[in-house]
C-alpha cells in the first residue's frame, strides 16, 4: 500500500478579487469579479495533487476556526478524498482569510491576509506518530508565528518540527512566503539543514541567501539562480533545491548538477490569474519525486502544473490530471 504524502501548515479561505487596475493609496479601483475558494500551502497543494493523481494518499495538517469558512475548508478537502483528521479547530477563532486582488489584464496579484487560525496552529497540535507518509511538505515559513519562534536547540520550532519528521524516515520540504521580515534568513536557514528539498520562488531563494536572483537589467539572470541553489545546498538542504519564477523552473541536485526548464508558451487570453500559481508548481514537483521520476521531467511536469492554474482565476479549479498536464506541455512547450 502506498504511504503517501503530508502537508502541514497554512490553511485559508481566498476571495478571489479581478480588478480593473492597482491603485495608488487613496484612489479607486473597480472590482470585475470575486470568488470564493479555499488558499494556503494545504489546500492548494494538497489539492492540486490530489487531481494531479487521486490513487495517493493525502494527509492534511493545519489550524481553522470554529467558523463558516472552518466548515467551507472541511467539506472541500474531504469532496477531494482527503484526510482531515490532522486539522486543529479552534473555538472562538476565525479561519484565515485572503483578500486575493488580481489585475485583469495583466494577471499580476497582491494579497491581504487575516492571520486568524494560523497564529494559533504549533507545534504541539501535531500528532507526530500518526505519520507516516513517504513525504512530509510544510508551509509557509515566515507565515506561522508558532513555528517562527526560536528554538534554543533548532533554530526555530519549524526547524524542530521537521527534525522531528525526519527522524521517522520520512522526507521532508518546505516552502516559503515572500514577506519582508529582518529575520528572513535566520528563520529560513534554521530548517534547511532539516530539509530533503525546498520547493522556493526566485525572491524567497535569494533573500534566503541573501543574493539577488537579477541581473543588472532587472531580469532573472541563471548564472546568479545557479549560485543560489548552491548556497542552499550549502545551507544544509539534503537532496534537492528547485526555484520557480514566471520564466521557468530551475533545481540543483545534492552532487551540484543544474537543470533549467523555461515557461510554456501560453496564448494570448489564456491566463485568468495567478494565485495559487507556486503551490501548482510545488504539487508538480512533489508529485513527480514521490513518482520517482527524473529531475528534468519534474520540471517539465511543474511548469505545465503551474500554467494548469493560470487558466483559472482561483488557486485549485486550473489542476489536470497528470495525461492532460503532460499534453499541456507538448501543445505549449518553448521551442528548443
Known amino acids: 500500500m502506498e504511504r503517501g504524502i503530508s502537508i502541514a501548515g497554512t490553511i485559508t479561505v481566498d476571495y478571489n478579487k479581478v480588478i480593473d487596475r492597482y491603485v495608488e493609496k487613496g484612489m479607486l479601483s473597480n472590482i470585475l469579479s470575486c470568488t470564493k475558494c479555499v488558499g494556503g500551502c494545504v489546500n492548494n497543494t494538497i489539492i492540486n495533487l490530489s487531481k494531479i493523481?487521486?490513487?495517493?494518499?493525502?494527509?492534511?495538517?493545519?489550524?481553522?476556526?470554529?467558523?463558516?469558512?472552518?466548515?467551507?475548508?472541511?467539506?472541500?478537502?474531504?469532496?477531494?478524498?482527503?484526510?482531515?483528521?490532522?486539522?486543529?479547530?479552534?473555538?472562538?477563532?476565525?479561519?484565515?482569510?485572503?483578500?486575493?486582488?488580481?489585475?485583469?489584464?495583466t494577471g499580476e496579484r497582491t494579497f491581504f491576509f487575516a492571520k486568524g487560525a494560523c497564529r494559533r496552529f504549533s507545534y504541539e497540535d501535531i500528532d507526530f506518530d500518526s505519520i507516516n507518509t513517504e513525504m512530509f511538505h510544510m508551509g509557509y515559513a515566515l507565515l506561522m508565528d508558532p513555528f517562527d519562534r526560536n528554538d534554543p536547540e533548532y533554530g526555530t520550532v519549524m526547524a524542530r518540527a521537521l527534525a522531528k519528521v525526519q527522524s521517522r524516515g520520512i522526507k521532508t520540504s518546505i516552502d516559503l512566503v515572500s514577506v519582508d521580515n529582518e529575520r528572513y534568513s535566520e528563520i529560513v536557514q534554521a530548517s534547511l539543514k532539516y530539509c530533503n528539498y525546498i520547493i522556493i520562488n526566485e525572491i524567497e531563494a535569494g533573500k534566503t541567501v541573501n543574493t539577488d536572483p537579477y541581473g543588472p537589467d532587472g531580469r532573472i539572470d541563471e548564472k546568479q539562480i545557479r549560485k543560489i541553489c548552491e548556497k542552499l545546498l550549502?545551507?544544509?538542504?539534503?537532496?534537492?533545491?528547485?526555484?520557480?519564477?514566471?520564466?521557468?523552473?530551475?533545481?540543483?541536485?545534492?552532487?551540484?548538477?543544474?537543470?533549467?526548464?523555461?515557461?510554456?508558451?501560453?496564448?494570448?487570453?489564456?491566463?485568468?490569474?495567478?494565485?495559487?500559481?507556486?503551490?501548482?508548481?510545488?504539487?508538480?514537483?512533489?508529485y513527480s519525486i514521490y513518482r520517482n521520476l527524473s529531475i528534468e521531467e519534474s520540471l517539465r511536469i511543474a511548469c505545465a502544473a503551474a500554467a494548469c492554474n493560470l487558466s483559472e482565476v482561483d488557486s485549485i479549479s486550473g489542476m489536470k490530471s497528470i495525461g492532460e498536464i503532460r499534453k499541456l506541455y507538448e501543445k505549449y512547450k518553448a521551442a528548443g
Open 53 to 105: 493523481d487521486p490513487t495517493i494518499p493525502l494527509y492534511a495538517y493545519g489550524g481553522i476556526g470554529s467558523d463558516e469558512n472552518g466548515e467551507f475548508v472541511l467539506n472541500t478537502l474531504r469532496q477531494h478524498g482527503i484526510n482531515t483528521e490532522g486539522i486543529r479547530i479552534y473555538d472562538g477563532e476565525l479561519t484565515a482569510f485572503t483578500d486575493c486582488m488580481t489585475v485583469e489584464s
Open 234 to 286: 550549502e545551507a544544509g538542504v539534503k537532496e534537492r533545491v528547485v526555484i520557480h519564477a514566471p520564466q521557468g523552473g530551475w533545481a540543483m541536485s545534492s552532487d551540484m548538477e543544474f537543470f533549467s526548464v523555461p515557461s510554456l508558451r501560453l496564448p494570448p487570453g489564456y491566463i485568468k490569474g495567478s494565485v495559487g500559481a507556486g503551490d501548482a508548481f510545488c504539487a508538480g514537483i512533489l
